[in-house]
């Protein structure tokens, strides 16, 4: 069967973001006045929970044995989704290697391309500025947001939004990730998934995936995901 479609995960994934989001929440609880500090080794453990505002709630009920505050959690978040577009317009994301590569064979060969990610509508749109200079839905045909379902990953809500919008049979696509979440979500909404972990998601349980590749760069053509799915 013949790949008709990739849905590509964004953070970690489309670029090595974390970084980014970290730095961004930190400067975000700096303008609040909290004293806050998102390791690397806490920022870590906050990742095994998807999305925003769930991480900060995470954060302060489980590390910090306090009430979290869901209107202040929101008004913090605002703000971080602020500094992270600009950051990322300053060029603090690249695109990981190989992604530039696989989306433009994938023009050349009729395969339609898609977004399934958990991060918010803005962050998309500002990477895909920052990265390919010009708006996301004129890279991807599709594009399927955290703020757009009611669970986010592992649930596979994004990716059936995804594989919906398409109009596609889910085992005519397949879909890039780079954790275990991602992967979970994929493969819960039947899409064979291909794994490249990222500097925080090294070491995780990956079986469900068809393939683990060490760079996208070894998949950078149709030809090669094919392969890697047997097809």
């Known amino acids: 069967m013949t790949v008709k479609a990739i849905i590509f995960d964004v953070d970690g994934t489309l670029s090595e973001t974390e970084e980014t989001h970290r730095r961004a929440f930190n400067d975000a609880f700096m303008e609040f006045e909290l004293p806050w500090i998102w390791t690397q080794e806490i920022y870590g453990e ?130 890039l990730e780079d954790s275990r979440n991602g992967l979970l979500s994929c493969v819960g909404a039947k899409v064979p998934c291909i794994v490249s972990p990222g500097v925080y998601t090294l070491g995780s349980d990956f079986s469900e995936a068809v393939g683990v590749v060490e760079c996208f760069a070894d998949i950078d053509t149709v030809g090669k995901v094919s392969a890697l799915l047997g097809h």
């Open 46 to 175: 906050l990742l095994k929970t998807t999305g925003g505002k769930e991480r900060m709630t995470t954060y302060v009920r489980d590390m910090l044995g306090q009430t979290p505050d869901p209107v202040e959690i929101a008004r913090i978040h605002k703000l971080k989704t602020a500094i992270y577009g600009e950051l990322v317009k300053g060029g603090a994301a690249k695109l990981r290697a190989g992604i530039r590569d696989l989306i433009d064979d994938a023009a050349k060969n009729s395969v339609r391309v898609a977004v399934a990610t958990t991060t918010s509508r803005p962050n998309i749109d500002r990477l895909a500025e920052s990265c390919f200079g010009k708006p996301a839905l004129d890279v991807f045909e599709v594009i399927a947001a955290g703020d757009e379902v009611a669970h986010k990953k592992p649930a596979s809500d994004v990716f059936d939004l995804a594989v919906a919008r398409l109009g596609l049979d889910p085992n005519d696509c397949v879909g």
